[in-house]
Structure formats: structure tokens, C-alpha cells
């Protein structure tokens, strides 16, 4: 999500809308797959479904970003490492 926003929202609603039923679960996707061979992992690792929930939400809203940067030790310490402002960090 971080990195390939466009790309990462497209393979997004290809395992929900397509492939929701075999590769989704009661806690979230199967944290493994192979499509050419129709095999899914039984099972997830709860870990690995935080940080795609929290990448998504700061892509739709920013909101984690916002708050981030909304504290001063991070904004001064920006500007220590050489930003012209904290902005030029994004």
C-alpha cells in the first residue's frame, strides 16, 4: 500500500471481490496462496493482517500520517535531519 497505492488496491479487490470465499476467513485473508494451483493456506497469521488494515486507512484518509505529524518532537526532529519543513517529509 505504501509503495504501489494503485497496484496494491487492485490485487486488494481482486481477493475480495473475486476470490473472497477461498482465500478469505474469519480473521482475514489465508496468509498464503498459490492461484495457478487453486491452493489456499488453511489458516492466517493474525500479524500479518494490522499493518494492511492501518496502510489502508492512512491511504483513504491520511489519518495516521496526520497524527504523526501532528506531534512536535517529530515535526522538530524533521527539521533537525535537515527538512526545510516538516510538509517536505511526506
Known sequence: MLYTPRESM????LLYEDLDREISGRTGFADAFNLSR???????L????????VMI??????????LFMSCGDIRSGL????????????
Open 46 to 53: 493474525a500479524i500479518d493482517q494490522r499493518p494492511i488494515v
Open 10 to 13: 487492485a490485487a486488494l479487490r
Open 57 to 66: 486507512e492512512n491511504r483513504r484518509s491520511r489519518l495516521l500520517w496526520k
Open 79 to 90: 527539521v533537525r535531519l535537515g527538512f526545510d519543513s516538516p510538509a517536505t517529509a511526506t
Open 38 to 44: 487453486r491452493w489456499f493456506a488453511p489458516g492466517n
